[in-house]
T-cell receptor, first 114, second 113 residues
Framework: ETGVTQTPRHLVMGMTNKKSLKCEQHLGHNAMYWYKQSAKKPLELMFVYNFKEQTENNSVPSRFSPECPNSSHLFLHLHTLQPEDSALYLC?????????????FGPGTRLLVL | AQSVTQLDSQVPVFEEAPVELRCNYSSSVSVYLFWYVQYPNQGLQLLLKYLSGSTLVKGINGFEAEFNKSQTSFHLRKPSVHISDTAEYFCAVSDRSKGKLIFGQGTELSVKP
C-alpha cells in the first residue's frame, strides 16, 4: 500500500465507548498530524508529532489522546466523546521542516457520536 | 497569528468556463501559501504552493495561482474547467518559523455540464 491510510473509514460510537483511530504512512516521513474537519468550518489542527515526539497540542480536550509509537504510525484514542465531536478526522504526514513541506493526507475517518 | 479567508463558500460554473477561487490571508510574518483540493470521500491533495520567487505558480490539473503581497491574496485560477474539477478547494498558509498550516473555510466548486 502507498500513501497515507486510515482505519476505520467510518465509526459510530456512543458517548461512553472507547475507540481508536489508526493512521499509517508509507512515505518515509517523520512528521504526522491529526486534523478535525467539521462541516462549514476550517480544518482544525489537533496534534503534531515530529520524530515520534508531540510538538503541538492545539488545546484539544483530554478525551482525545494521541499516540505515536513510531514514525509510520499514529493513533487517536477516543473516550467519553460528545456529539459535537462528530466530524471527519484526517491524518497527514510530511517531512519535518519549517513550513514549506507538502502534507500528504489520508482519506479520513468519519466519526459519528451518538 | 495568521488567518485565511476564502471569500466564496460555493462557486457554480459551467464546463469549459474559466474560474477563479479567491483567497486572502493576514499575517505579520512571511508565509508560505498552499492550495489543496478535496474530492468527495477523499483526503486533501496538494494542487500547488508558493514558497518564493515567481509570483505565478503553476500546479496540477491546469490550475495556477498568483501571489499578490500588496493585496495579501493568493487566488486560484483555471482557464477552462472540467466536470472532474468538482471538489472542495482549501487555501492555507504556514509561517516560516512554526510550520503550522492554517486553512481557510473551503470553497465548493461545482462544475455543471
Amino acid at each position: 500500500e502507498t500513501g497515507v491510510t486510515q482505519t476505520p473509514r467510518h465509526l459510530v460510537m456512543g458517548m461512553t465507548n472507547k475507540k481508536s483511530l489508526k493512521c499509517e504512512q508509507h512515505l518515509g516521513h517523520n512528521a504526522m498530524y491529526w486534523y478535525k474537519q467539521s462541516a462549514k468550518k476550517p480544518l482544525e489542527l489537533m496534534f503534531v508529532y515530529n520524530f515520534k515526539e508531540q510538538t503541538e497540542n492545539n488545546s484539544v480536550p483530554s478525551r482525545f489522546s494521541p499516540e505515536c509509537p513510531n514514525s509510520s504510525h499514529l493513533f487517536l484514542h477516543l473516550h467519553t466523546l460528545q456529539p459535537e465531536d462528530s466530524a471527519l478526522y484526517l491524518c497527514a504526514s510530511s517531512h519535518p521542516g519549517q513550513g514549506q513541506e507538502t502534507q500528504y493526507f489520508g482519506p479520513g475517518t468519519r466519526l459519528l457520536v451518538l | 497569528a495568521q488567518s485565511v479567508t476564502q471569500l466564496d463558500s460555493q462557486v457554480p460554473v459551467f464546463e469549459e468556463a474559466p474560474v477563479e477561487l479567491r483567497c486572502n490571508y493576514s499575517s505579520s510574518v512571511s508565509v508560505y501559501l498552499f492550495w489543496y483540493v478535496q474530492y468527495p470521500n477523499q483526503g486533501l491533495q496538494l494542487l500547488l504552493k508558493y514558497l518564493s520567487g515567481s509570483t505565478l505558480v503553476k500546479g496540477i490539473n491546469g490550475f495556477e495561482a498568483e501571489f499578490n503581497k500588496s493585496q495579501t491574496s493568493f487566488h486560484l485560477r483555471k482557464p477552462s474547467v472540467h466536470i472532474s474539477d468538482t471538489a472542495e478547494y482549501f487555501c492555507a498558509v504556514s509561517d516560516r518559523s512554526k510550520g503550522k498550516l492554517i486553512f481557510g473555510q473551503g470553497t465548493e466548486l461545482s462544475v455543471k455540464p
